[in-house]
């Protein structure tokens, strides 16, 4: 037990469960959003008229009137600071993938040198940060400093308690001083209002009058491993990548998929339970848990929320998982791919459409006339996958993404969606013209007028498939876990809000001409769905055959991050995001920008990284070890003669090979990683990065492995995979 790591490995199963924070309540429902000031705190402690005003204000998510803003900022303050609050801050989505926070005391100097407690409506509606040190892409200059925030009043603001004191988070927006985003706050609001401006149009098509708002719901489920804290501190690759860039693979890997679902270890228990006691007072409706496929995995899953609010939560909840993880002895990984050989993470988005009386737009009604209403959500919904798969591809790049998608474990790069065969039956019916009888019970006659009920489980669940309808909602499993599902959720709302104009278009023209809906809807339903069947794939992602099929059919297949990133600005892709003022021209092409040195970074940090690991951590080891056989050569040499050394030779000579291959490869990886920092242009950069720096890493790789399995186990230095995935 003398080296580090075996002492490491001694602590590390030795280390009894942490004992979750005391709650203030056992009952959950108490607890839930006790840390939020949410409608009911609202109400308490707001005058009536004000709290109606801001009710408002919430729910059509306008900005808030400056003449409430002092008496909401004061209850809140006085609120917050009841909660244990000594600071606020403006809380952010900049470009860099992560949130952001700068904290201000509620604190103002009084007249007598005292101080007094201040927080007036001017602070809680803008704020004016340092911006100049975050990602805009070309959008302004580093000196031009100016960024705003703006207070997002559709969610709740919150608080973040700490044993020194809370801080009263406030959910913002972030734009440049010209007025352009420089966040996913923004973006991703304009598309929920583009959505909803079209949907609308089909519901009053459909003589919906009621309904004030459509609004796209999301429940991410997010994936993560926990590695203790004891073994990830001698790995630099998992606490600066988040993944391990070398590591032989464990004996015992995911083989016998017993850690699926199976018995939750006590100190992940634990962990989990601290995590989602704090997430219910934040008001995150977290709701399942378990044991993933791979050891050392788990995943977390909310309920469906409103998209802007599920994407906040979601950034918070990974934020309380890296925090907790810590106090638990943990290290939270929320990296795609953090071991070779065993399954990543993935965050696989859950998306539906619902309007203002909460109806879901994508489930299948009881009535023909809501049958009809779903088969048109269902078209815009495949013609925006087909149409504009471009765009939502680019909801999932990233270097980390890339080790996962397509790799047999999460789906192809290739957008397709998966209805199942019933409902693919249904359409084909539509599309030939004829009534389809469905494998079960589901039958649907052609024309929408006659259309009988659908049977509420339209399809089995399909985990190869990167679109997947499960019945009243689609579930996108393309996005990384490290991910924030802004992006996507973006995309997928723009594309659905062109589809859904386009269809809206044709149909208010038909009814124009005096068309009656539904021989509006015959016309134009199975045009649309003989159109976009190409999208629809039912069979294995996974099977070799199958990118072959899709190039057939014209699907694209941009593998790799930079492929997918060089094709944003195409006149097509762009249009998605311009045509419902989603991103303007400039804000596109500095997310390019942003998205594409974030890439060539990332995979130049791991290049360096990998050398400095292999020179000081791989290197040294096996050289003593070779050492070591060299003296076993001699040694048996001297028994047993110059020919009696056969074995002792090929374990020197297999080490030195090695060695040698090891020692040329780290060379060639520093002078990569040198060639691709000096590229110019970002495109450029991350192209030098994926073809000169990967192949170089993956080349080291292979003999730093090899090593580790030639290596005296007390020599080696890096915990093993075996540990790492194993000692919870
Ligand atoms: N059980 C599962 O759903 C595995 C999903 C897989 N981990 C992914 O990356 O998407």
């Known amino acids: 037990m003398s080296s580090p790591r075996k002492k490491a490995m001694f602590k590390a199963i030795n280390t009894a469960p942490v004992t979750p924070c005391e709650k203030k309540t056992q009952k959950t429902d108490e607890l839930f959003g006790c840390h939020v000031f949410g409608l009911s705190t609202m109400r308490k402690r707001l005058p009536k008229d004000v709290y109606r005003k801001l009710a408002k204000t919430i729910r059509d998510g306008e900005r808030l009137n400056p003449e409430i803003a002092d008496v909401v900022a004061n209850a809140m303050k006085d609120w917050a600071i009841e909660m244990g609050a000594t600071h606020y801050t403006h809380w952010f989505h900049p470009m860099t993938g992560l949130t952001a926070e700068k904290h201000d005391a509620f604190l103002s100097p009084a007249a007598d040198g005292q101080v007094i407690s201040e927080f007036s409506g001017k602070m809680l509606i803008s704020g004016e940060p340092d911006a100049s040190s975050f990602p805009s892409g070309g959008l302004r200059s580093t000196f031009e400093a100016r960024g705003y925030t703006a207070w997002d009043p559709s969610v709740p603001v919150f608080i973040i308690p700490a044993s020194y004191g809370a801080t009263l988070h406030i959910p913002t927006y972030f734009y440049s001083y010209s007025g352009e985003a420089l966040d996913r706050k923004i973006p991703l609001l304009r598309s929920i209002a583009a959505l909803s401006r079209q949907a609308l149009r089909i519901l009053r098509l459909f003589g919906n009058h009621t309904a004030s708002y459509v609004r796209p719901n999301v429940g991410p489920e997010q994936e993560y491993f926990l590695v203790d804290k004891n073994l990830a501190v001698l790995r630099p690759d998992l606490l600066l990548a988040g993944r391990t860039l070398l590591g032989a693979p464990s004996p015992k890997g995911q083989e016998m998929e017993d850690h699926y679902f199976g018995a939750i270890p006590g ?72 071991f070779d050989g065993v399954n990543g993470s993935g965050k696989h988005n859950n998306w539906s459409i619902s309007d203002s009386d909460g109806v879901n737009l994508l489930n299948p009604g009881s009535t023909p006339q809501d049958n009809a209403q779903f088969l048109v959500f269902l078209a815009a919904v495949l013609r925006a996958v087909h149409k504009h798969s471009v765009a939502l591809r680019l909801g ?30 249904v359409l084909d019916g539509i599309v030939n013209g004829k009534s389809a009888a469905s494998k079960k019970s589901g039958f649907m006659e052609v024309g929408v007028s006659t259309l009988p009920p659908l049977p509420v489980d339209l399809s089995d669940r399909n ?74 794939f039912n069979g294995n992602g996974y099977a ?18 930079v492929d997918a990133l060089a094709h944003y600005t195409d006149p097509e892709v762009m249009n998605v995001f311009l045509r419902h003022g989603i991103l303007t021209e400039r804000e596109i092409l500095s997310r390019q920008e942003i998205l594409l040195e974030n890439y060539s970074k990332a995979v130049c940090i791991e290049g360096h990284l990998m050398a400095d690991m292999l020179r000081t951590s791989v ?31 090929a374990a020197f000579t297999e080490l030195r090979g090695h060695i040698v291959a090891l020692q040329q490869g780290v060379a060639a990886l520093e002078k990569a990683v040198a060639v691709a920092q000096e590229a110019q242009g970002a495109l450029e950069q991350a192209t030098a990065a994926r073809d000169t720096v990967l192949p170089a890493m993956k080349a080291c790789r292979e003999h730093a492995d090899a090593l580790e399995r030639l290596v005296d186990d007390e020599l080696w230095q890096l915990p093993k995979y075996a540990e790492l995935l194993w000692a919870h």
């Open 619 to 649: 290197l040294p080891p096996s050289l003593t070890a070779q050492t070591r056989a060299a003296e076993a050569v001699l040694k048996a040499r001297a028994v047993l003669g110059e020919a009696g050394a056969d074995s002792e030779e």
């Open 544 to 561: 070799a055959a199958w990118p072959e099929e899709a190039a057939r059919r014209g699907l694209p297949n941009y593998h790799n991050t």
């Open 396 to 425: 999932t790049v990233g270097a980390g993404n890339d080790h996962r998608l397509g790799a047999n474990e999460a789906p192809p790069a290739i957008l397709s969606v998966y209805l199942g065969e019933q409902l693919t039956d």
């Open 463 to 536: 985990r190869t498939s990167p679109f997947a309808f499960t019945g009243n909602k689609f579930e996108f499993r393309a996005v990384g876990s490290s991910q924030s599902v802004a992006p996507v959720n973006i995309a997928l709302n723009a594309a659905a809000a062109c589809a859904l104009d386009d269809i809206a278009t044709e149909l208010e023209a038909s009814v124009a001409g005096g068309a009656d809906l539904n021989s509006a809807l015959q016309q134009l339903l199975p045009r649309l769905f003989k159109e976009h069947m190409p999208i629809v």
């Open 267 to 338: 100190r992940v228990m634990s962990f989990m339970q601290d995590v989602e006691n704090e997430l219910w007072a934040l008001g995150i409706p977290a709701k399942t848990r378990h044991n993933e496929v791979a050891p050392g995995q788990f995943e977390i899953a909310p309920v469906f929320e409103e998209a802007n609010i599920a994407c906040d939560h979601n950034m918070l909840t990974m934020n309380m998982m890296r925090h907790m993880a810590a106090k638990h002895g943990f290290v939270c990984l929320l990296h795609e791919k953090p």
